[in-house]
């Protein structure tokens, strides 16, 4: 009697184990499949440099979807750290960094025109209108 207790413990066991391990590969294999598809739907070569460096235009991208929400609080007000990140990242002048949340602050409704839960692409029209307006004002461009 004792020994079918025992059979029953380690039978559940390995059933149990079994099924951790097949939810574990199945994550991995959704894991490996979201991230195949994302680069064979983008063009990854337009992203690097041709020594592998992340091209400057997609670094001020990629930060600006990362830290739009943040970034749209500080250009209101023209200043603060993710403003600063940001000017460092489109190359201005330290000494021109004031005039750059400047710009941001004055032209704060053309840039964020959405939210990106609205539009998840506010962030490139953001850089978009915002390199525009940087090409306009000589001082800023490095």
Known sequence: MQYDWRYRIAAACVIV??????????????TVDTTAKFFSSTSPDSMFTADGMIEQKQKINLFAGVAYENLRQEAAAGSGQYVTSLAVLYGVPVAQHEEFGRLL?????????ADLNQDNR????????????????ASLIH
């Open 105 to 113: 602050q004055q032209r704060h409704a053309e840039l964020f025109t």
């Open 17 to 30: 184990v079994s099924a951790l391990s097949l939810t574990a590969c199945n994550t991995t294999k959704a």
């Open 122 to 137: 506010a962030h490139l029209k953001m850089v978009s209108a915002l390199t525009r307006a940087m090409e306009s004002s």
